[in-house]
């Protein structure tokens, strides 16, 4: 099983916490010069590596997909079709600016196969969508939602949380009210702020202060979103049943996927390897290699490299990672069993709440960079 992911370099603005491979709008777009681009690499890329295995989902990303025409999305949608063998129920979501979508397009994406939203909410609270650089504010946010659940039954928000200078209260109060909107799904991040972006220039400059470093955030996170049946399958993921997002938990069991765009990655088996495959991130070298044929470049993947986003993949979800493929050493694992940071379930090893704080310094415990004090401390 495999998925699909399209990535959509172009958004309206670029939002002061994000450093994903996205632009501004800057002008009109010749659509049919991106759509012409796009089919040739996904027949490339097919033609090159897919080995007709079943495609269970595909995701529109970026950027801001929902600013592409609706017969964009049908003309790519098709020619994956043809070109694959695409499950009946595959998961097929497009990501959206609530500012960027009406009733109409809604229906439009419908009908050319789209069957879930993810809708960039970030938070509902208009002083706090200023301070991230959204474009919206929180009544655009929640009406969107609204309408939104009037053609989809499948819509999942976004939402970042211990933003600068936010109280844990006011945080439980606004996700409660988030938690009630018509929803199955929700994904709430923990703000990390990125180098290179403007939001960490405005909180070394004092402009902002800087979010709590404390984990009382997270834990109150978790425990709202189960109480209002939202089920974590994933460290920052939450469904209601039978809504579990199948393209992301692709990602955490480590299954191949095809990326298509600027700044894409795919991870490919090939020859019992993982092969790593990068697309240029500028949109100008990407043109250019889209236009031109030029090959791929295949980066393989050392058993150390592969080994390591395993962890890092598999140990996010509560599915955790089998031990009878991912070769865990027996006396580390010995060790966070003994300090109930894991659970074994047969052969699968996942963390428990307590792990999960500690996700990153596990996954570097666990490959060699770190010992077990720094876990401890």
């Keep these: 099983m495999s998925t699909i992911y399209i990535h ?5 603005s670029k939002c002061h916490y994000c450093d994903f491979s996205s632009i501004p709008l800057n002008g009109s777009i010749d659509f049919d010069l991106w759509v012409a681009l796009y089919n040739k690499i996904i027949l490339r890329i097919l ?3 897919y080995k007709d295995e079943s495609i269970t989902s595909i995701y529109f990303g970026g950027g801001t997909p929902s600013l592409l025409p609706p017969s964009f999305v049908a003309e790519i949608l098709n020619l994956i079709d043809d070109a694959c063998d695409v499950e009946k129920e595959a998961e097929i979501t497009l990501e959206v600016n609530p500012l960027t ?12 196969g789209i069957n879930r939203l993810s809708i960039g909410v970030q938070s509902i609270i208009d002083a706090d969508l200023k301070m991230l650089g959204r474009i919206h504010g929180a009544y655009e946010a929640k009406n969107c939602v609204l309408e939104m659940s009037e053609v989809f039954n499948n819509i999942s928000i976004d939402l970042i949380y211990n933003r600068p200078g936010q109280r844990l209260e006011a ?3 606004e996700l409660h009210e988030a938690l009630l909107l018509p929803i199955q799904h929700v994904s709430l991040y923990e703000l990390i702020v990125e180098d290179g972006t403007a939001m960490k220039r405005m909180i070394e400059s004092g402009e902002l202060p800087r979010p709590s470093e404390g984990s009382e955030f997270i834990e109150t996170t978790w425990m709202i979103a189960e109480n209002c049946h939202f089920h974590r399958y994933e460290v920052s993921n939450f469904s209601k049943p039978g809504f579990v997002g199948r393209h992301n938990l692709s990602y955490w069991k480590y299954e191949d996927y095809y990326g298509i765009g600027p700044g894409a990655h795919s991870r490919i088996k090939l020859n019992g390897r993982k092969v790593a495959i990068e697309q240029a991130k500028d949109i100008g070298d990407w043109i250019s290699f889209a236009s031109n044929d030029e090959p791929f470049e295949l980066i393989e993947l050392t058993e150390s490299e592969e080994f390591d986003e395993r962890l890092i993949m598999g140990l996010r979800a509560e599915i955790g990672i089998d031990i009878d493929i991912v070769k865990i050493d027996r006396n580390k694992m010995q060790f966070l069993l003994k300090n109930s940071y894991i659970m074994l379930r047969d052969s699968r090893m996942s963390l ?3 792990g999960l704080l500690k996700l990153n310094l596990i ?4 490959s060699g960079k770190r010992d077990e004090n720094i876990i401890k401390q």
Excluded: S
């Design 352 to 354: 428990t709440n307590d």
């Design 363 to 366: 996954v570097e415990y666990l």
């Design 171 to 173: 945080w439980i109060d």
């Design 8 to 12: 959509w370099p172009f958004c309206l």
């Design 47 to 49: 033609n090159d590596f």
């Design 101 to 112: 979508i009406n009733l109409r397009d809604a229906k439009r994406f419908k009908a050319a």
